[in-house]
């Protein structure tokens, strides 16, 4: 698999980061809207470990970007932009979080896959523990069930569905176990923090108030850290703002207005 797409014409002024780990295209919808304006970058990480997602996000921004850009990040790919920030920063003018951690260590962070699985129906739980099941002992397809897996997570972490489409290219599951749990490991030890500490360019964060993730934390890790540091909260939102029905269009118009 190839590690870009770009949308848009020349010249390339931002790039826009997915999240999983593993699952590049979740963000696509988000690069082929910002598209009708601008170039949009959309890298897609191919590496198992942190340092090489830096290092390859790095090089991909450096090969065909219009440096310094506007750097986009969801979930994983926001944990990721910050950390590529902080050891490259010439490379951003701009950073953007959307439903991104906390900086500090992981105490006191309430467990949001259980309280994502308990918004579910009694029949949706069964079947997510089910498809859960079976890529666990390896008798599915993998990328088949995580598809259908994913469908149960977007929901738990979703206000309201309304525009939810599947544009993962590919569910990588190897990259997504290693460098999820060197991300446990980032967060935990503080380096996470620390490196945030080095980001001097303005940090944008965006987060739904019906993330299962504490925008709280959030709002307050952040801005004791970022001297230029702006918190945007969605209302009636979850974790993927793009896919809900009711914040959608607010946060598009937050993003045109932090881009120009």
């Avoid at 500090?104 to 896959?113: A, N, W």
């Avoid at 599951?173 to 999820?180: C, E, K, Q, R």
Wanted: hydrophobic share 40%; glycine share 8%; proline share 6%.
């Amino acid at each position: 698999m190839k590690n870009l797409r770009t949308w848009g014409k020349a010249p390339y002024k931002m790039a826009v980061v997915h999240g999983g780990p593993g699952m590049p295209g979740h963000i696509a919808p988000v690069a082929r809207e910002l598209a009708k304006d601008m170039g949009v970058l959309e890298p897609l990480q191919t590496k198992n470990t942190i340092d090489g997602q830096v290092d390859e996000l790095a090089e991909v921004v450096k090969k065909n970007a219009e440096c310094p850009v506007v750097l986009i990040g969801h979930s994983w790919g926001a944990i990721l932009s910050n950390v590529m920030t902080a050891r490259y920063p010439v490379l951003v003018k701009k950073l953007i979080l959307i439903g991104t951690a906390p900086l500090e260590p992981l105490k006191g962070i309430p467990d949001f896959p259980r309280i994502r699985f308990e918004r579910l129906s009694k029949n949706e739980q069964a079947e997510m523990l089910s498809v859960g099941k079976s890529i666990e002992d390896g008798t599915a397809d993998k990328d088949g069930a995580m598809r259908q897996y994913s469908k149960f997570t977007a929901k738990g972490d979703a206000y309201e569905l309304g525009f939810y489409e599947d544009d993962v290219l590919e569910y990588q599951l190897d990259v997504g176990s290693a460098v999820g749990a060197e991300m446990m490991t980032l967060l935990s030890s503080g380096e996470y923090l620390n490196l945030s500490k080095q980001i001097t360019c303005p940090v944008v964060a965006i987060c739904g108030d019906y993330d299962p993730r504490p925008y709280e934390l959030v709002r307050d890790s952040l801005s004791r850290v970022h001297k230029d540091f702006k918190f945007v909260l969605l209302e009636k939102c979850g974790h993927t703002p793009w896919v809900e029905k009711y914040a959608r269009n607010r946060f598009y118009e937050v993003l045109r207005e932090e881009i120009i």
